[in-house]
């Protein structure tokens, strides 16, 4: 089992953050920065295919996990992601448990699951299949992104499914598909991570959740959240670049 799945079943915590810049410097440079580990976000950026491998590529010179965000269910991008070397993925809007069996199935080899064997880059392109199909079963994360009213109403079923590591939680989208936004809808958020929370603690499993800040993560980690997704590249580059030019304008 490698390290950083081991830390995160066991609920250590564990911070990162999402990458969409798609470059491979923007990747270094994050990696650089103390991090656990990051996600390659090619659900909500302009990363495609072929870049993912650099990117992962990039995040494995400085021995830092890479999770990638895949856009879709779609058993062939799961396979892609993980082909090009990544530490695991993350599948966004999984409401129902056949949906989270399914993503257990496209990340497993057989006979836990259905993955194709194929000569990528994380099997030293063909050259080590042997090995890496007797490490990646226990080795690759598998997290399951709940954030949509029906994966609200359905997450003791989801969690209950043997394979997922981590259930995620999606504060976003969950706040508009249950009709909880802005600060008024604020209660009914809360309560609603923590049903998520105390449904996925309950099976076993880790809790994971986005943060734009870290101003509330100790709050969470004390309701039994340890996995923290905390804003993203492009997130941090623009707060930061905004606290300089005020910084210079007031000086």
């Excluded at 798609?22 to 495609?48: K, Y």
């Excluded at 400085?62 to 062939?76: D, Q, T």
């Excluded at 080795?139 to 003791?156: D, K």
């Amino acid at each position: 089992m490698s390290d950083f799945r081991k830390k995160c079943i066991s609920y250590e915590r564990v911070i990162g953050t999402f990458a969409a810049i798609p470059h491979p410097v923007a990747i270094e440079v994050t990696a650089a920065t103390g991090l656990d580990f990051l996600c390659i976000d090619a659900e909500h950026s302009q990363i495609d295919r072929e870049l993912i491998e650099n990117l992962v590529r990039a995040s494995d010179a400085h021995h830092i996990p890479a999770l990638v965000r895949v856009p879709s269910h779609a058993s062939e991008w799961i396979a892609s992601a993980l082909d090009a070397g990544a530490a695991g993925v993350l599948v966004p809007r999984v409401s129902t448990s056949a949906q989270a069996k399914a993503a257990v199935m496209a990340t497993r080899y057989p006979p836990v699951g259905e993955r194709g064997v194929g000569p990528g880059r994380a099997s030293a392109y063909g050259y080590r299949i042997p090995d890496y199909l007797k490490a990646a079963n226990e080795s690759l994360v598998l997290a399951i992104q709940i954030e949509t009213a029906e994966g609200l109403a359905n997450v003791e079923e989801i969690a209950a499914v043997e394979g997922v590591d981590i259930i995620f939680i999606g504060p976003g989208d969950l706040s508009v598909s249950i009709d909880a936004m802005g600060p008024a809808g604020a209660e009914k958020l809360n309560a609603a991570i923590t049903t998520i929370t105390n449904a996925a603690r309950e099976a076993g499993k880790a809790v994971g959740i986005f943060r734009p800040s870290a101003d509330d993560v100790g709050k969470w980690a004390e309701a039994g959240i340890s996995f923290f997704m905390l804003a993203s590249d492009t997130m941090f580059l623009g707060a930061s670049l905004a606290a300089g030019v005020a910084a210079a304008r007031n000086a």
